[in-house]
């Protein structure tokens, strides 16, 4: 019987995953049991793949990781996850471990750090970059010091945010994060108003652009 621990992959960049997993399958101690681009992908299969651990991407074909780990720890069903993104660590890392991440690391990271990140997290600690430890110290230390106005968003306005961002209409949003289409629309105009956006339209436009810019950065396979 294989003691290697079970990874399940979770990004929606079929260049991603397969580089992920070829690393992982090159280790004497892991292996991969499977491979997911969605969120709905992954909802369905994860008791048949049974992971030790999920490598999550927060940005899936049909929306977004975040609260496909929401709606895990919700159905009792949440396995250790390390996060893998190309979203900003500062205003996203802490949100993440407080919703259940073990591990948050950017996509540009050596792949020997991501896989000294996956046995962290399957050694019960936690797995963060140098520069996340040395900004959570920083924090400390300046926590009455302004914040961006990225940082100042709730943990729903933001989720709200990097959805439409993907495109997603206030129906799905809302299905994702089990709120009213009303609640929906109440977040969005909350988003409007803490970052000066005067019409939905411009909102949309915005959290597209703020995509656009972490999605066309170049993360190593």
Request: glycine share 6%; aromatic share 2%.
């Amino acid at each position: 019987m294989s003691t290697r621990k079970r990874i399940l992959v979770v990004d929606d960049h079929p260049l991603v995953r397969s580089g992920l997993c070829q690393a992982i399958a090159a280790t004497a101690d892991l292996e991969v049991c499977g491979e997911a681009e969605s969120w709905r992908e992954v909802l369905e299969n994860i008791l048949a793949a049974a992971p030790d651990l999920i490598v999550l991407d927060l940005n899936l074909r049909d929306g977004s990781g975040w609260s496909l780990l929401e709606q895990l720890q919700a159905r009792g069903e949440l396995r250790p996850v390390l996060v893998l993104s190309v979203c900003d660590e500062q205003v996203y890392a802490q949100r993440m471990l407080k919703a259940g991440a073990r591990g948050y690391l950017m996509k540009d990271a050596p792949i020997e750090s991501v896989l000294e990140g996956i046995r962290k997290v399957l050694s019960g600690h936690l797995a963060l970059s140098e520069t996340m430890i040395s900004l959570t110290l920083e924090n400390a230390a300046t926590a009455n010091q302004p914040v961006s106005p990225m940082e100042q968003l709730s943990t729903r306005e933001l989720q709200v945010y990097e959805m439409l961002g993907h495109g997603l209409n206030n129906r799905t949003i809302a299905e994702h994060l089990g709120v009213s289409h009303k609640t929906v629309g109440t977040y969005k105009a909350r988003l409007m108003e803490k970052l000066c956006l005067r019409t939905t339209p411009e909102l949309i436009l915005h959290a597209s652009q703020a995509q656009v810019v972490t999605e066309d950065s170049d993360p190593q396979d």
